[in-house]
């Protein structure tokens, strides 16, 4: 058995097979694992993101877990909670304004317009705001220039938060933002527009992780959101430290499938914040398994054992990488009403044959008492194993390779193509010595290429890097693949359209 | 004495002559009455706006007064407070956002984009933002039009929280939002986007009055922050009825000068709120004076009684302004360290010839103590009076002939010009039949006029109005002057510059 | 009689009425009156305007004259014609795109892109260029900037061209060409953009005015296009004098009404060009008459003399201006086939009452000979004249005191407003003392006011300038009045709709 | 021997090696064998293309050869010419402004605007007008959408000139235009704007080719003009039908290296008219190979017989390239005077190696005297020949094969990848059956590869093609590679900058 810090526990990441787009609960799953295995006497604590508006207005309801397997007080969590991440968005555009507001009196850096892609945030899902020309009107209005809004998830203030360890540091990430390039060439940051105390200061209580406890009396550290498709997608630094502090099994998320947030958890979040994890929870479900044995979304319920089998091999090059890190795995077949026990038994017979112990989580029904199975399974790995976690690539390689390696081992890649504008960005990557830092890699959470059409286990795809962005004050490279965007649309029918609150305020989703 | 209703306290509105970019000290003051009442052994309370995150990191410091006449805990009331601007900002946005998803989906109800004037808003001093395009990017990022941001305090869905009385009166009043014209000339609102209820959901707690306390311990509503050159400048009906319930001397404030806020609190809040106010206090600085007598800005602390002579018809005017509304005034000047003996003479002799109650305020340096003549003085008057509120304009004449009482008996102007545009505004308001609204100019707060360098008491000045905008849910129509507009920029160097917070979380401003 | 410079024939000038939409016939009117006058064996010449190719695929037709008093080749003089719009567009536009370039490679003289008022020119009616947004699309496709196209006729490339005396002349004009103002506030001209000399390139030929016949044999020069609505509108000076020296009678033509074309002629071209105009023919109609008297624009062909003495007062106001250029009037009524007697003797009744002669042309269906008799009253009243031009304003008067003239004088305003923008175009103008230029009024041709809903003789209206552009090549300075705009648009029904061409070349409009 | 039709002459082809920036000579080269053929006693006749302003106020001089092997009149030639330019530039922008509008009133088609790929044009290079916003300004002024302006040369409407067989064929052509797809997914054809009648009459004269000659009187049509890298680059099928009807020996040029111009020029322009040409002449200089054998652009000058050495395997390929076709070839080394001797000998003394006659000719200095051995060596080559042209591909097949196969044999690419736009275009082209169209491929002209770096004979890499238009009324998709943009930019220093014009009309260039 591996040992760990003194006084340290053990720290447990769940993370998915490729999910349909409700997702395959994750959430649930671990908040039903931390109330399994405190029902079996030990001491858990859960690290879960903070929800954002976004989604919850657009596509899907909260993000707090389900059914008995909940954080509470769920509604107010998904709504503004504390809000962290109106600050985090409030603290970004103070940058971005003043970003314009230097330019406007007189630019006295010499910053090219047309280089900052530092762009404003909004925690809304809104099209419209992809792509503006703003600073329209003439000459006291502004500076005309192209750029855009994403979503809060998105924000490099997000990112900051997530992966500080406190206010100088955070103050100091602030200012190593990059914001462009001079007409001569250089590179100007954030720092040199003054701000960095004034978003600090706007941050003063979103460092602070915020305490809830689940339906059970599971504490649950609740602190930043970053998205896994668009962002590292893994909640703060800080308060996973604290879980893995106060508690002997600490339960942490990442986001999407293991190929995104997982990825980015081990490379990036585990290596900044000196993590040891030491065990991986990978969610299944009969419907995700279903879709990617080639039935369409709408027809997931009906039982089909043969689409179910037809879909393992998504979640087999899932196990395969999780194989990659050094780490032992378990699965949670996170069980559905729809699922007939001839599906289930089709998952876990072929974990059976990979070695992979898998269990049938019924943390949404059952809460705790339903996912017991799944901790004793999950202590007995991790306490077994001597595994130890290894990140996938060296932070020295070049950045090419970095993304090589991520997309051809984990995505599964045959080649990765650098756009034009992508090859300009690597070189000035290069030139201004941002090489080291990590890749964040932006991806569809729909399929593991770049290509959200492509499901099951693809093979022989090409992955494009369209462009890359710098997140120096983050501590990352973004590499941007294929046609995923940083600020999300609304559906044709919002989850928006389906909300009241009545006269004495109570809610209905 | 007049009779008030049974068990309702006296209503004291806090107003002012035409300011310095500084302020006059109108908060101060309502605060040190407040706390001077209380030392006269009176029941009073306050209610007051929120702080706007907009002017704290553009122009100048926080809005919760100063000295010893300040709320607490004035840093967080300053800093996201409860989250209520956040929450406004997410329900405006979460309607500008289904406006352009619906044009996205298909535009069923034939809205024409270029008639859409509901901005999106941020609480952020933004010029870049105020003239944008959006939509751009091709078939799948939206459809490409002109648009831009207000600030918050802007925002109809702040006016509304403002003036509502209730969750389901909110609810109404969402829907009514005026949102464009279909290309067959039809009006839009905003209930067929289907979102008033989750933005009624957006708004859960924000519809809750605030309550703090001042240093001195008398109990403060802060709630609600329209800004009173861009919007109708009063704190909610719900909190300021409230406080006229449960003290016997309830202390309200209204935005920049007696033209601005006050003239919107008694035509606009009081009559949408039934609200009956006792009497004003105007509050005057030796400062003010002497600008408005001709010195600039960065000369106004020597001392000049000439000066503070000249600049006496600009509160005269104010006065004047006072009595068309038919309630008593009380001037109070606001104390400062620079003034002289013989520059306070001068204010106080002239009120004395015009029969004005005069005091001179220490709420500043001394808090309740030095208040307590002016609460006198108040009480006084207040009780003496049998006179009666009476509002300037009858909300049944035409909008032109509101907009030019408002303009010739308040501002002094001699003429009225509307704009081709608003001619055309006009027109769409007959059609659609919001004739009856109010009407809520927007105007600088620098001048009585809507020019903002003309200071003093300008005359044979024409108001220029550029555009009418409907604000249908708020209740009120938003005649645009001069060159006012509603995202303010930042400037040279912003107050964010000088703002930090050390590693303990202590905040410099 | 007044005396001539020796050799030098006289100078009429055909203006018109305020005209329907289709045109009073002023072209066909001027043709008709040269050959009229051949007809009595005196040495006439003319020299008209290039036709533009914008309305004639928009509005109307040629701009040729009609009926038996036309210019040959028609088809070819409205198709192309030399190809000078063409050269001018292209010279126009080389200029347009080395301020751009300029800006692009380092913008040496610290030009301020949001000054530049110097739009693109296109000949063509093409409302969706008016105003656009340039330069997008990052770092190397140029720098964004708020811009826009007019159409060619109101190319300041154009005006120059119709000013000029000869090549050097014109280089010098197109080098004075204002651009706009550096981030400084200084001026900056087309010189420093060093292109002058490649413009005089591609205007070689253009600078040379065309010399076609009318079908009864008349020289005619047909040189340069100006719109008289949105330039100054008149053929150019060059052409004009030549057919003063070749001719003992010379005819020229300027645009729409007397107000917008006529004034421009005597005020601007005239004072620019030294010449000495002897006579006025104004061109009125029994239509035009009968929509200045109230009817609707589709009801104007039946007989209706109440009406036509109903739109007297149009005419009365033109016949009234010409006195004020010291100028000898005669009226010519252009007959239309649904002209009755009675009609038409309503009009020169009221000319007789005036004491103007007045004579019913028939150039369109007799060509000469339709025209004798106006071609002896002109005769007679230039010969027997002693008046003398002078005119209406003096150029060193301040500009507002120009434009005020003009509107009060001329179209009977009562006021001038200036917007903010034109204000601050005025201290432009002070400021690099371009006060001493004419003024070349952009302003509706359908009203004599700036309102053209405004019919017959307007009075009490406000004239609104809302901005000024410096033409200082051209030597003059633009108020813009009303919502008048420099690229017209198409209608929904445009000219182009209906022209053909078959196999062997004919033309089908 | 071949046999010819009855009464045509022998078509011979001149084409280029991979040029430099100021090209090698084609048109001198054409001009001269023309005179040389004259020489030897033959008939000979040219066919070129009319010179663009663009490139000759951008980057180089005129367009009509050099020296003593010129078109007469060379100077209005390459000004404005006969206004053929001028008038497409007037019947492209008709369309343009034609769909605009009837997008502003009504569109009743429903198209969707973002789906219109149709620019406007220009004769310019203004890279400031690539990309656009146009529309703006409000519901009076037009409908905003993303656009941009190309370079006339790359019109759809030249490009259609050039290649139709007369009137009826071209409004025919002009009516396929492809303008966009409705909201619905049908396809919208510039018939349907009901504007080709009107387009037809603008071409009225521009359909007909202009007839000049040589400084030694040989005749010369000179018509249509597009660009061989952004447009097909061959002159009008009529104007060569003409040639080689009317003379034994007619030449034609195709723009840029073999690889653009020729390809194209075989592919699309003798398959569109039937043509069968006989030979090809390749014209290289020394100072391209030195280039291509790695010389900076600024050292071409001193001898460098290793260079050219170096430089030959371009030559070599295009050879090959020529091979693929059928066709002899006979290479034309074009002196320049910095060459030597041994450079010249390094280049003969390979295309002897190689089987292929080399001449070395000196039209530029000596007129056709210079160019008499090449005119031999041509006819003996044409008149031994029995080869017969071949196109490369079928038209049958679909697009990507069809790139594929002209990136991979011409230009000896070893992939092509297509961008998610060019995916979604080739579904259109599939869509609405316009699979059977040639390509014409949008390449850089400075490499054989599509990317402008890659000198000499590039290998193993990408062609990325970024998106397939449709030009239907031209009968050709254009896929666009690389980074090329349809409408070029000027340089730093614009040869506008050296142009000047005296007072007597003499220009300077």
Known sequence: M????KGQGRLILVSAMTPTPAGEGKTTTSIGLAQGLARLGLKSCIALREPSLGPIFG???????????????????????????????????????????????????????????????????????????????????????ESGFDITAASEVMAILALTEGREDLKERLSRIFVGLTYDGDQVTAGSMGVSGAMGVLLKHAIRPNLVQTLEGVPAFVHAGPFANIAHGCNSIIATKMAVGLADWAITEAGFGFDLGAEKFFDIKCR????????????ATCRALKMHGGKKKKDLDPPDPDAVERGLPNLEKHLENIGKFGLPAVVCVNRFPSDTPEELEVVTRRCGQLG???????????????????????????????????????????????????????????????????????????KFDYCSLPVCIAKTQNSLSDNPELLGRPKDFVVTVREIQIAAGAGFVIPITGEILRMPGLPAEPAALRMDIDRMGNITW
């Open 59 to 145: 596509m899907k309801g909260g993000a707090t877990g389900g059914g008995y397997s909940q954080l509470l007080p769920a509604e107010d969590i998904n709504l503004h909670f504390t809000g962290d991440l109106h600050a985090i968005t409030s603290a970004h555009n103070l940058l971005a304004a003043a970003i314009d507001n230097h330019i406007y009196w007189g630019n006295r850096s010499g910053l090219d317009p047309r280089t900052v892609r530092f762009h404003r945030v909004l925690d809304m899902n809104d099209r419209a705001l992809r792509n503006i020309i703003i600073g329209l009107g003439g000459r006291t209005q502004g500076v005309p220039r």
């Open 356 to 430: 992979v112990p898998a269990s049938v989580g019924e943390g949404f029904l059952r809460g705790g008492a339903g996912m017991t199975d799944l901790a004793e399974k999950v202590v007995a790995s991790a306490t077994a194993s001597d595994a130890h976690f290894k990140p996938l690539y060296d932070w020295s390689w070049p950045v090419e390779k970095k993304i090589q390696t991520v997309a051809k081992e984990i995505y599964g890649a045959e080649f990765v193509d650098f756009s034009p504008q992508a090859r300009k960005d690597l070189a000035t990557i290069r």
């Open 2 to 5: 591996r040992r760990r810090s």
């Open 272 to 283: 900044h914040g000196g993590l040891d994890p030491a065990i991986v929870v990978l969610v």
